[in-house]
Every structure is written in C-alpha cells, then in structure tokens.
C-alpha cells in the first residue's frame, strides 16, 4: 500500500500562508483522487479539498476561494496551498488516496493565532 508523508505545517498568523506538501513512497499517477482532511482538536476528521486524476477539484465551502490543491505526478506529491489562514482553520491536516486503502500518516500540525 502507498505510504504518504505530509509536511509544511507550522504557527502562523491569522491572514497569512502556508503550502503543505504530500509525498507518497510510490507514483501517485494511476491514483483516480487525493485528498486533503483535517481534524480540529475534539471534531471529526473532516475533507478540505480534492484532486482527481485528470485536475478537477472540489473544496469543502469552509475553504473554498482560500485554499488551492495541486498534484504533482513526477514528484509523487500533492500540495494544498492556504491562504488568508483564519484561526478556525487549526487542525492536524492529513492526505490520502480516495478511497483510501492506506493508515493515515502522521499529518502535520497547522495552527493559526489570532
């Protein structure tokens, strides 16, 4: 099964930016869809954005218009760019593969302060 490593995480400013990148142990070419998920402490695991094979994405509303997700085949890697970071955008944020047939990775911590 792929393995992912996310990292890019970090503290930040409310209103400023952060790029989280993906790396998988194996081509993520043949991988129909990634995704983006975050989970705030004492919520649910939640999906932020997604990208299929063939470039199409879809955010969730929360993000939509501030955070950008990418693919990039040769590298094995998706990024998520965020920008205009809002406090209530603090969580662990993890990828996988939709649908995910992987343990999830150890995520990378995002904190905003206000």
């Known amino acids: 099964q792929v393995q992912l490593v996310e990292s890019g995480g970090g503290l930040v400013q409310a209103g400023g930016s952060l790029r989280l990148s993906c790396v998988a142990s194996?081509?993520?070419?043949?991988?129909?869809?990634m995704g983006w998920y975050r989970q705030a402490p004492g919520k649910q695991r939640e999906l932020v954005a997604t990208?299929?094979?063939?470039?199409?994405?879809n955010y969730a509303d929360s993000v939509k218009g501030r955070f950008f997700i990418s693919r990039d085949n040769a590298k094995n890697t998706v990024y998520l760019q965020m920008n205009s970071l809002k406090v209530e955008d603090t969580a662990v944020y993890y990828c996988?593969?939709?649908?995910?047939?992987?343990?999830w990775g150890q995520g990378t911590q995002v904190t905003v302060s206000s």
């Open positions: 996988a593969a939709i649908p995910r047939t992987h343990s």
């Open positions: 194996r081509s993520i070419f043949s991988i129909n869809a």
């Open positions: 990208i299929t094979k063939g470039g199409n994405t």
